[in-house]
């Protein structure tokens, strides 16, 4: 079951050209099965967006369940077909690309309120170091939803090679004359078409 219409959220500066928006309150205790299948229009959004000559199929399967006591996660996988350009041989070629996603949201975080005066400043926060080995924080719900088409397209975006080579494509550095017979000057002399001197 998808659920696209939804009211009272902000608009976005950037709006994400695939949108499938779930709310919170539309997510029952035993969660809840989605399938997102990108448009015509959306894949072919996409493919600008992402520099791509084509995007033939894009569908996500999802189960999205509450996370904590106000929060939500979506898990599962997306499922591509797309072409790209091979940086090798400038040749399109059709690719599959099969992306787990797992990812949280949560309400946005409230502004700290201002203390009283007659209980002092408010103390300075302690510095600590940030943990690369933390999870990622929750990304925020908007108005109490998430707009889970926008991670299924950020998800794409981050699984696309951004050196993109056709199967079986590989550099061939062209073989290069042997430096102890031909003199810097002489493949100078070369490039500019002069004659060989002594022929």
Known sequence: MTRDMLGGA?????????????AITDVPPEG???DIVASEAERAALAALNSLPAIHSLTAA??????????????????????QTCVVTLEEFDTEIVE???VRFAPP????????????????????????????????LIGGAADLGAVVAEFLTLALDPYPRKPGAAFVE?????????????????????????G
């Open 10 to 22: 902000p608009a976005k500066a950037d709006p994400s050209p695939l949108s499938r928006r779930v």
């Open 32 to 34: 809840l099965d989605m």
């Open 62 to 83: 999802l189960t999205v369940r509450r996370w904590r006591r106000d929060g939500l996660e979506a898990t599962g996988e997306l499922r591509a077909r797309l072409r």
């Open 100 to 102: 787990p996603i797992d």
């Open 109 to 140: 975080a409230e502004e700290p309120r201002p203390r009283s005066r007659r209980h002092g400043p408010e103390p300075e926060p302690e510095p600590h170091e940030h943990d690369p080995l933390a999870e990622d924080p929750p990304d925020p």
């Open 174 to 198: 062209p073989a290069p004359e042997s430096r102890s017979n031909v003199s810097p000057f002489e493949l100078l002399r070369r490039q500019r078409g002069e004659p060989q001197k002594g």
